[in-house]
């Protein structure tokens, strides 16, 4: 006994068959994309001053918390040509931590140098705990020390 399928219902066996790779692609895409945390990112642009954003997908760092990770992949500027930096480049994070609803960051002594295709200090700092802020709700205050020194009054 020989079961003989019609055109048509061929062809809608080929059409499933290539929803079902395509639903396939589609989970194996969307768990990639939830193995890390969604940051977004806020540069000013070089020409005209405009903030550019952003959005990364940091995966999980095992030596260091959520907070830190965006600290340091922020101080390391965009991956989008023609923006500034925030700081001059090698401004990095000495030391980090979160106490109630303040975060206390101590920045590195680089930071007091000017160069080009940066921004004025306070500009930065201000972009800093914007960026902070937003991807990080639950910080309030943000207090920001210079070699362990209070930065601004």
């Known amino acids: 006994m020989k079961i003989e399928l019609k055109k048509e219902a061929k062809i809608h066996i080929v059409l499933l068959g290539m929803l079902l790779v395509i639903l396939l692609f589609s989970v194996i895409t969307y768990s990639i994309k939830l193995k890390g945390n969604r940051r977004t990112f806020i540069f000013p642009s070089v020409e005209n001053g405009k ?4 959005t990364r997908y ?8 959520s907070i830190t990770f965006f600290i340091d992949e922020l101080l390391l500027g965009s991956g989008v040509e ?4 925030l700081f001059t480049s090698g401004t990095r994070l000495e030391s980090a931590f979160l106490r109630k609803d303040i975060l206390y960051l101590n920045l590195s002594d680089d930071l007091m140098q000017m160069g080009d295709g940066v921004l004025d200090i306070e500009e930065g700092v201000e972009l800093l705990k914007k960026n902070v802020r937003i ?4 910080v ?8 362990g020194r209070f930065a601004f009054e």
């Open 58 to 65: 940091l995966q999980k760092n095992p030596q260091k918390d």
């Open 140 to 147: 309030k205050t943000i207090q920001i020390f210079v070699n």
């Open 82 to 85: 023609r923006t500034k930096l």
């Open 51 to 54: 903030l550019i954003v952003e």
């Open 135 to 138: 991807n990080f709700p639950k």
